[in-house]
């Protein structure tokens, strides 16, 4: 993997770029089909408006793919980064997704405690309950994505070494 800074340098322009097109292509497939109601297109018998939507729509939908794309990436690299900014060792054992998985609870019980405080903050309280809300879900969703990663790499691992030990037995049997 290419060092961090270098890949946020290459990723973000490319994920910002392929939004602006998919808005882009999405505007289009909502002002350009209705200039081209009742055009017929020869030999497909399909009228021309929705046919330059189809078109605009799958173009917007292949630039969100690369946008989804570098996303992933860019928040595997955030999520990293935020979960060595709170304390948490970059290790891969099931003891930091236990950890993680303690963290969620405190993050709970702390939104749920902070929340009826806050609710009665004059005139913001709603709001800032509703923010609190959101903190603590964005929280709560960047540690389970931590879990899932940690999961997919012990699985991960446990399996090469299988297919190591397979391919050691396989090539002993050939030997003899």
């Known amino acids: 993997m290419k060092p961090i800074g270098k890949e946020i340098r290459l990723r973000f322009p490319r994920l910002t770029m392929s939004l602006i097109m998919s808005i882009i292509f999405w505007i289009v497939s909502a002002i ?35 946008a989804l794309s570098d996303a ?32 969620i609870i405190v993050v709970i019980l702390v939104a749920a405690a902070i929340s009826p405080v806050l609710g009665k903050v004059g005139n913001f309280g709603n709001t800032l309950r509703n923010i609190i809300t959101y903190v603590a879900l964005g929280i709560i969703l960047i540690l389970i994505y931590d879990i899932g990663r940690i999961v997919y790499r012990i699985i991960e691992q446990r399996a090469q070494s299988m297919a190591d030990r397979l391919a050691k037995m396989a090539e002993k049997s050939e030997g003899k």
């Open 32 to 66: 350009v089909p209705p200039t081209m109601e009742n055009i017929e297109v020869p030999g497909l018998d399909l009228e021309a408006s929705l046919l330059v939507w189809i078109i605009t729509v799958a173009v917007a939908m292949l630039f969100l793919l690369r």
């Open 72 to 103: 992933l990436i860019l928040g595997d690299i955030l999520t990293d980064i935020f979960v060595k900014r709170i304390g948490i060792k970059q290790e891969v054992s099931p003891k930091r997704a236990f950890r993680d998985f303690i963290y």
